[in-house]
């Protein structure tokens, strides 16, 4: 399973950014898809997860101003991030979370100036 995720950018307190991570190879056997983040020096955090059966899941930190979504024609999963706040700012990583062992993207910087 190979993951590309894109999208991130320098954005002002505010703005919305669209994450995408186009996933390949993708077996059967998988929970679902989900992004995270980290800053430097703290550890990776979940964001949001969409299960298989499309089930969503955000942390409360994002609740209310990010969507997960997911196009299966495009083996893609998106993350809209709206409103953003210079806290969101990290290293975005999309995952897939496998029923034996889960598979991560590159991740792609979303900075939030103020």
């Known amino acids: 399973v190979q993951l590309q995720a894109s999208g991130g950018g320098l954005v002002q307190a505010g703005d919305s950014l669209t994450l995408s991570c186009v996933i390949t190879g993708r077996t059967f056997g998988t929970y679902g898809d989900a992004w995270y983040r980290q800053v430097p020096g703290k550890e990776r955090e979940l964001v949001a997860a969409i299960s298989s059966d499309d089930s969503t899941y955000y942390s409360d930190p994002v609740k209310g101003r990010f969507t997960i979504s997911r196009d299966n024609a495009k083996n893609t999963v998106y993350l809209e991030m709206n409103n953003l706040k210079v806290e969101d700012t990290a290293v975005y990583y999309c995952?897939?979370?496998?029923?034996?062992?889960?598979?991560w993207g590159q991740g792609t910087l979303v900075t939030v100036s103020s």
């Open positions: 995952a897939v979370i496998g029923t034996t062992k889960d598979y």
